[in-house]
């Protein structure tokens, strides 16, 4: 018997929540029909409910024909207008004040639809003139204010609901910036199906905002708060919605938000949620390490520029970053060729794999294994494609590897860009753009010095023929391979430690995209001579780099991952300079460019203590190539600081 009962039981919760799960599934596909009979009871009730008030003030007796028919005027005029509308057509659970705006102009059509109507086509009985106007205030008021208030309960109901969904599985959420860009940010959040989000509060420096509330969620500080409200409410996830915000004033909000263990995510512009068919939040991008240093972005114009159209352009060094960053841009402006030079197949090979892939141009690309070492194969490769326009990239650049091997640096550097000049003289390259670096200032590493002797000969070279040299000086570059940010993220990924070679140790940054715009630019701008250098803005302090891409990682510096000084190595500077005292310093029609005049240099000088170098580099002999460095470069020193 007890079995039974047991079972009768079972079977009863069964059923029940069967039958509830039907009931929503029925709900949320008659949602709509709902909706409509729930107005036509509205209605009904509303137009009811006016002639119940007027009961002790007239006798209805006499109206009871003009009651019904009215009834039916009124239902029927309210939906067919409701529904004209589209009342039924708008995600209630969603609406906004766009949707509340066309309820009520909906209300006022539909009522002085029903007021003419009722006017013209409704005969009152004998003894009176007209319906009482207290029907109609009445009837019409209760009707609007009777479907607005479901429509603002619904909505109230949904994002409560919605918004107390909190579960263990649900990341809480921080928003830094409680403007139009966090408001979107917030409803695309609560539409969200598949609530994986909390958003617990908004930050933001406007005094005007603080303590007021965007929906249901608070602007519970400022910027400088971050750290606080995390630890209070246990935030996840930060979100930056800061899109108009100066670079300076999204890196002081990256570096506070990478002093919490907090993932942090950036959204686009307003304009881009706007425009884009996708959600916002498959819009979200990863704080980069760009976003920390706070650079603004050079724009140098080459986006529009036609000065390669039509023309070849030779690309050494084409598989390296800056090399196959160049070429992809220089395809955007349409030359006639692209020969791409480079000793690294693999490199080579990628670049010219992506450059057939992307290009719906009719540019001829061209890829070719060779090193710039090699004159006989340069002066064919010259021979065979005859550009005018030549971009040197092609080097070693790494400075402990070649202090310990100087005279590699030497082959490679000094004479392979002797080579390449003499070919652009001999097949009258228009434009040969040497591309340089910091370390050519003032050179404490072997590297340094070699680069610094390779700006010599594009000088010395410069008018001597047609074609016109110039060089090209920037800092560290971003993401390139062998730079510091990579080495860091590697050994994050391992456990650390990670490595810096000294506390006070400075540098300056700038994107590849916007080294290679210099590159670009420089060709464009030459007239002969010239060495190139970009504002690259305020220097970085390695140590806080480093921290703060822990941070960014999700780790505590020291802690989590720990920090090791391992010294300077060698050839290394504390601190890089981008301009040579004896030179001086002229802007250009860019602001972010400026041009470091020609220093006086003797040709003939330079040109017999190179032959004497290529023979000592030639024999391997290192100690004697380091000599005649000195002598060609007398700034060049022995140790960094």
């Given at each position: 018997?007890?079995?039974?009962?047991?079972?009768?039981?079972?079977?009863?919760?069964?059923?029940?929540?069967?039958?509830?799960?039907?009931?929503?599934?029925?709900?949320?596909?008659?949602?709509?029909?709902?909706?409509?009979?729930?107005?036509?009871?509205?209605?009904?009730?509303s137009y009811f409910s006016a002639w119940i008030v007027m009961i002790r003030r007239i006798t209805l007796s006499g109206y009871i024909p003009m009651v019904w028919t009215g009834a039916a005027c009124f239902v029927v005029i309210f939906f067919?207008?409701?529904?004209?509308?589209?009342?039924?057509?708008?995600?209630?659970?969603?609406?906004?004040?766009?949707?509340?705006?066309?309820?009520?102009?909906?209300?006022?059509?539909?009522?002085?639809?029903?007021?003419?109507?009722?006017?013209?086509?409704?005969?009152?009985?004998?003894?009176?003139?007209?319906?009482?106007?207290?029907?109609?205030?009445?009837?019409?008021?209760?009707?609007?204010?009777?479907?607005?208030?479901?429509r603002l309960a619904y909505r109230a109901y949904r994002t409560t609901r919605l918004g107390a969904k909190t579960s263990s599985g649900m990341k809480k959420v921080m928003i830094v910036g409680a403007g139009e860009t966090g408001d979107a940010v917030l409803k695309e959040f609560s539409h969200e199906p598949e609530h994986r989000y909390d958003v617990i509060c908004f930050v933001d420096d406007d005094p005007e905002k603080l303590g007021r509330r965007i929906q249901r969620v608070k602007v519970a500080g400022t910027t400088a708060d971050i750290p606080r409200l995390v630890d209070r409410h246990g935030i996840d996830l930060i979100i930056l919605a800061t899109p108009t915000a100066t670079n300076a004033e999204k890196s002081r909000i990256t570096h506070i938000c990478s002093k919490t263990k907090c993932q942090i995510k950036?959204?686009?512009?307003?304009?881009?949620?706007?425009?884009?068919a996708r959600s916002i939040i498959s819009q979200f991008k990863d704080v980069s390490v760009e976003d920390l240093l706070g650079r603004d972005v050079i724009d140098v114009g080459n986006g529009d520029s036609s000065f390669l159209a039509g023309k070849v352009v030779v690309v050494t060094g084409a598989g390296g970053s800056i090399g196959s960053e160049l070429c992809r841009q220089i395809v955007r402006q349409k030359p006639k060729r692209l020969v791409m030079i480079d000793i690294c197949e693999n490199g080579l090979y990628d670049i010219q794999q992506d450059l057939l892939r992307g290009s719906s141009?009719?540019?001829?690309?061209?890829?070719?294994?060779?090193?710039?070492?090699?004159?006989?194969?340069?002066?064919?490769?010259?021979?065979?494609?005859?550009?005018?326009?030549?971009?040197?990239?092609?080097?070693?650049?790494h400075v402990p590897l070649m202090e310990s091997a100087p005279e590699e640096a030497v082959k490679n550097n000094i004479f392979g860009t002797l080579n390449l000049a003499r070919c652009a003289v001999r097949h009258l390259v228009s434009s040969f753009v040497l591309i340089s670096t910091d370390k050519a200032v003032n050179p404490t590493s072997v590297m340094g010095a070699t680069k610094r002797v390779c700006e010599m000969i594009v000088q010395s070279m410069n008018g001597e023929s047609a074609t016109c040299f110039s060089s090209v000086r920037f800092g560290n570059v971003l993401g390139s391979s062998g730079s510091v940010i990579p080495l860091f993220e590697d050994q994050i990924a391992t456990g650390g430690p990670v490595t810096v070679t000294h506390p006070d140790i400075i540098r300056y940054f700038m994107t590849i995209s916007e080294a290679v715009s210099l590159v670009l630019s420089a060709g464009e701008l030459a007239l002969g001579g010239e060495i190139f250098i970009l504002d690259m803005g305020e220097p970085v302090k390695i140590l806080d780099l480093a921290e703060s891409i822990i941070r960014m990682s999700?780790?505590?510096?020291?802690?989590?991952?720990?920090?090791?000084?391992?010294?300077?190595?060698?050839?290394?500077?504390?601190?890089?300079e981008l301009l040579m005292n004896e030179e001086g310093l002229k802007k250009t029609r860019n602001q972010k460019i400026y041009i470091g005049s020609p220093l006086d240099i003797s040709s003939d000088d330079l040109f017999r203590s190179l032959d004497t170098l290529k023979g000592l580099a030639d024999g391997n002999n290192t100690a004697e190539v380091v000599r005649i460095l000195h002598g060609l470069v007398p700034e060049y020193g022995e140790s960094g600081g």
């Open positions: 018997m007890l079995k039974s009962v047991e079972s009768y039981r079972k079977w009863g919760i069964i059923k029940l929540k069967t039958g509830l799960k039907t009931f929503l599934k029925t709900r949320k596909r008659y949602r709509k029909s709902i909706l409509m009979l729930a107005d036509i009871l509205l209605f009904v009730a067919v207008v409701y529904l004209i509308f589209g009342m039924y057509e708008s995600l209630w659970r969603y609406a906004e004040a766009h949707e509340f705006i066309q309820c009520l102009i909906a209300m006022i059509a539909a009522a002085g639809i029903y007021v003419g109507a009722t006017l013209v086509f409704i005969q009152p009985p004998k003894f009176v003139s007209r319906i009482p106007i207290t029907v109609y205030f009445l009837s019409l008021m209760l009707a609007g204010i009777s479907t607005l208030f479901l950036k959204v686009p512009g307003l304009f881009s949620i706007v425009t884009e141009s009719k540019v001829s690309i061209h890829a070719e294994v060779a090193s710039v070492r090699d004159e006989a194969k340069m002066e064919t490769l010259f021979r065979r494609y005859m550009p005018e326009v030549v971009y040197h990239a092609a080097a070693h650049k999700g780790y505590e510096p020291y802690k989590d991952i720990d920090i090791e000084f391992i010294g300077l190595r060698p050839g290394e500077k504390l601190f890089e």
